[in-house]
């Protein structure tokens, strides 16, 4: 089985801390995401790696920015936290680009006071 | 711009049969997905379409019409667990995933 893990279920942190999650897969996949979730709105794509070193933006980059050294690591890191970005963020890998499903992991609920 | 639409919650009896729906409008297709999500847990992967037609995978069906931009998933025999909320999701022409909001699904006795 796919196994996407998180740094943290929960985190507090305080507005204009510097704060990192970090994702790691332990299936080889090539691409990796990170989303957030909020309610009443679908997940929205923050940034993507297919690849080592490689990174795109999604719908959302603004206030973020993600580290991709190795394969099976995925990093997202808030320069300076603010109130706004209390939210789920979720990790996804996959195997490569193309007709692959995506698996999660379990999220990390931040809360920026 | 692109959209996918689904209902925010319904409600159903255990043991019997529920049906959500998906509509979607998108700059391109190459797939729809359905994930199931319980509260405070990672989205899973349901299901598939990429041809119209009906997918059945045990007690849940996935259907999908192109043509109408259009899909739902189909659970029967519902049991408690099945209390959730469920994710639709369009692949575009760019391979993005575009999510729809979940819709909470609330299994009564």
């Known amino acids: 089985d796919v196994k996407v893990t998180q740094s943290s279920r929960y985190l507090v942190k305080r507005t204009g801390e510097k704060v990192f999650l970090e994702c790691v897969q332990d299936?080889?996949?090539?691409?990796m995401f990170w989303y957030r979730q909020d309610p009443g709105l679908g997940l929205r794509l923050i940034y993507f790696?297919?690849?080592?070193?490689?990174?795109e933006k999604g719908d959302i980059p603004e206030g973020y920015s993600v580290s991709r050294e190795k394969k099976e690591r995925f990093s997202l890191i808030l320069e300076s936290a603010s109130t706004n970005q209390t939210s789920m963020y979720l990790c996804a890998s996959s195997l490569r680009t193309g007709l692959f499903e995506q698996y999660f992991g379990p999220g990390t609920r931040l809360t920026v006071t | 711009g692109q959209n996918i639409d689904q209902p925010t919650e319904m409600t159903a009896t255990e043991g019997a049969i529920v049906q959500i729906n998906c509509t979607y409008q998108?700059?391109?297709?190459?797939?729809l997905f359905w994930y199931q999500q319980h509260a405070g847990e990672a989205p899973t992967f349901l299901s598939y379409n990429v041809l119209d037609g009906l997918e059945e995978k045990g007690r849940f069906s996935s259907f999908l019409s192109r043509s109408k931009g259009y899909s739902y998933l189909l659970l029967k025999e519902l049991q408690m667990k099945d209390s959730a909320s469920y994710l639709c999701?369009?692949?575009?022409?760019?391979?993005?995933?575009?999510w729809g909001a979940g819709t909470k699904l609330i299994i009564k006795p």
């Open positions: 790696s297919y690849d080592v070193k490689m990174k």
């Open positions: 999701a369009v692949r575009d022409s760019n391979y993005q995933l575009i």
């Open positions: 299936m080889d996949h090539e691409n």
């Open positions: 998108t700059s391109g297709f190459n797939g």
